[in-house]
């Protein structure tokens, strides 16, 4: 197992207002005790090869891998056209992924936005449809995809299609493939869909290829009802918060016993720090800790 750290609490200023570049976040990130740097697709102002080599030698040069690259291809819109951009995209972050992390790396691939007048039949073809149109490339750079138990892109008007594990499941039992396919696995998540994380987790465990660990609260007062008032509203509700890694509602022990059982040896990223570096950190050294206890062998 590796740990990486995903810059959550600057992602508006990276991939948003654009106050801040993706190689003022890796100077920053030098900081911090992790083995890489997971990208987001909002990071990059271009896709030239020689711009995203010099991101990856940045990386490099900071002394970590590029172990994921985070995309968020919206595979449900209703438009033919719109659909195929979204292939068209993903398919270029698959390559972009393979000059930034080598083969083997990461590219994280979601269902789509939960359309009021998309139906769940409708969705799971569509999606099904155009993931099938981007593994060709995934295989061609030996790049593994990751359907990821998404709750929203940051950028998003409404929620994951396949937010709920029984929609998530049905969509992965509809891709067979094993090699260049599996999950991207975030049990907080499942805990925002109102779903059991362990149970989900058990499910998928031996598919899972990469993992966000993340510690999620609701705001004093809110309920996970509250959430649904952001569909239609770009971005998350005031009622989630993220937090410190080991100090919110997830059972890491369990979810990392399940892991050791299987032979997981991928990645593990942290997702939070949105009061600041010192956060991150303390995500970092509660991941350390969890590797130490179920991933290495005793002294």
């Not at 740990?3 to 920053?28: H, N």
């Not at 919206?74 to 083969?103: C, Q, S, Y």
């Not at 892991?259 to 010192?278: C, P, Q, T």
């Amino acid at each position: 197992m590796k740990i990486a750290a995903f810059p959550k609490c600057y992602l508006d200023d990276i991939a948003g207002a654009g106050t801040m570049s993706v190689f003022d976040w890796i100077k920053m990130a030098r900081a911090l005790d992790a083995d890489g740097l997971e990208m987001y697709e909002g990071f990059f102002t271009s896709l030239d090869d020689a711009y995203l080599r010099s991101v990856g030698a940045a990386i490099a040069d900071a002394g970590f891998e590029m172990p994921m690259l985070c995309c968020s291809p919206n595979f449900t819109h209703p438009d033919a056209d719109e659909r195929k951009r979204a292939v068209e995209r993903e398919a270029a972050m698959i390559r972009a992924t393979k000059l930034l992390g080598g083969a083997g790396a990461v590219c994280r691939v979601l269902s789509g936005q939960r359309y009021p007048d998309v139906s769940r039949e409708q969705g799971i073809e569509w999606v099904v449809e155009c993931i099938e149109q981007v593994l060709p490339v995934a295989r061609e750079q030996g790049i593994v995809l990751g359907l990821e138990n998404h709750y929203k892109d940051g950028f998003w008007r409404y929620p994951e299609f396949a937010q709920k594990m029984d929609v998530f499941l049905e969509l992965l039992e509809n891709i067979p493939e094993r090699q260049h396919f599996g999950v991207q696995y975030d049990p907080s998540n499942a805990i925002v869909a109102g779903d059991d994380p362990i149970e989900l987790l058990r499910a998928v465990a031996p598919r899972v290829v990469s993992m966000h660990a993340s510690d999620r609260f609701l705001s004093e007062g809110a309920s996970l009802e509250d959430l649904s008032a952001g569909d239609g509203e770009i971005g998350y509700v005031d009622a989630l918060q993220h937090g410190v890694t080991g100090r919110g509602l997830n059972d890491y022990d369990t979810i990392f016993q399940i892991l050791r059982d299987v032979g997981y040896a991928g990645w593990v990223s942290i997702e939070d720090g949105m009061n600041g570096m010192e956060e991150m950190q303390a995500s970092l050294e509660f991941l350390h800790k969890m590797r130490r206890i179920y991933f290495e062998p005793p002294a």
